[in-house]
């Protein structure tokens, strides 16, 4: 024997009020994480419409490197496709330009793309003195390397570095091992 229709009744609204809940939960999880994921493509897409004023060369033929190291790191811009002369000579030309700049505390360059309150760039501007910016030419591009013994600008670097990366998506890589298995 089952149980009484009324009860039978009951469970069936149960079952279907949590079914209902369950699927409105998915929903709103669903909505939250599709207008994360939106925001932040919209945001890279933003980013890379910047860029377009300010670096020279084309970020689709090209991929940045932000790696951390234990005293600040090393920003890589290579191209793609190593026989690209053009590209190469415009990377080469923008970070020896970049390293200039940077060695003077102007980081107005990532700002105009990133925007002012891009995280550690406040500290960069500030302490840039006490850093040390070496430009260095690479076969298919070129590099700066961030040097400094103070903590907090190293702290600093790497969360500039993490915007970085997150803000060009897919035109940048923490490490050359990503950027070489890419290609």
Same mark, same amino acid.
């Given at each position: 024997?089952?149980?009484?229709?009324?009860?039978?009744?009951?469970?069936?609204?149960?079952?279907?009020?949590?079914?209902?809940v369950m699927? @409105?939960i998915?929903?709103?999880?669903?909505a939250?994480?599709?207008t994360?994921?939106?925001?932040?493509? @919209?945001?890279? =897409?933003t980013? #890379?419409?910047?860029?377009?004023g300010?670096?020279p060369?084309?970020l689709?033929?090209?991929?940045?490197?932000? =790696?951390?190291t234990?005293?600040?790191g090393?920003?890589?811009?290579?191209?793609?496709e190593?026989p690209?002369?053009?590209q190469?000579?415009?990377?080469?030309?923008?970070?020896?330009?970049?390293?200039s700049?940077?060695?003077?505390g102007?980081?107005?360059?990532?700002?105009?793309?990133?925007?002012?309150?891009m995280?550690g760039l406040? =500290?960069?501007?500030?302490?840039?003195?006490r850093?040390?910016?070496r430009?260095?030419?690479l076969?298919?591009?070129?590099?700066?390397e961030?040097?400094?013994?103070?903590?907090?600008?190293v @702290?600093?670097?790497?969360r500039w570095?993490?915007?970085?990366?997150?803000?060009?998506?897919e035109h #940048?890589?923490?490490d050359?091992?990503?950027?070489?298995?890419?290609h």
């Amino acid at each position: 024997m089952s149980g009484s229709p009324r009860s039978s009744t009951l469970r069936r609204m149960t079952f279907l009020v949590a079914i209902t809940v369950m699927l @409105s939960i998915l929903a709103i999880l669903g909505a939250l994480y599709g207008t994360g994921a939106l925001a932040i493509q @919209s945001r890279q =897409e933003t980013v #890379a419409e910047r860029g377009v004023g300010v670096m020279p060369f084309n970020l689709e033929k090209t991929t940045h490197v932000f =790696e951390a190291t234990d005293n600040g790191g090393m920003e890589k811009v290579t191209a793609d496709e190593p026989p690209d002369a053009e590209q190469i000579s415009l990377i080469r030309e923008h970070l020896l330009e970049e390293a200039s700049r940077f060695g003077r505390g102007d980081f107005s360059d990532p700002a105009a793309i990133h925007g002012d309150d891009m995280p550690g760039l406040k =500290e960069l501007k500030s302490g840039a003195e006490r850093f040390e910016f070496r430009y260095a030419e690479l076969p298919n591009g070129a590099q700066i390397e961030f040097a400094t013994d103070d903590p907090i600008l190293v @702290s600093a670097l790497h969360r500039w570095f993490e915007a970085q990366l997150s803000d060009h998506g897919e035109h #940048a890589s923490p490490d050359d091992r990503q950027h070489s298995s890419h290609h």
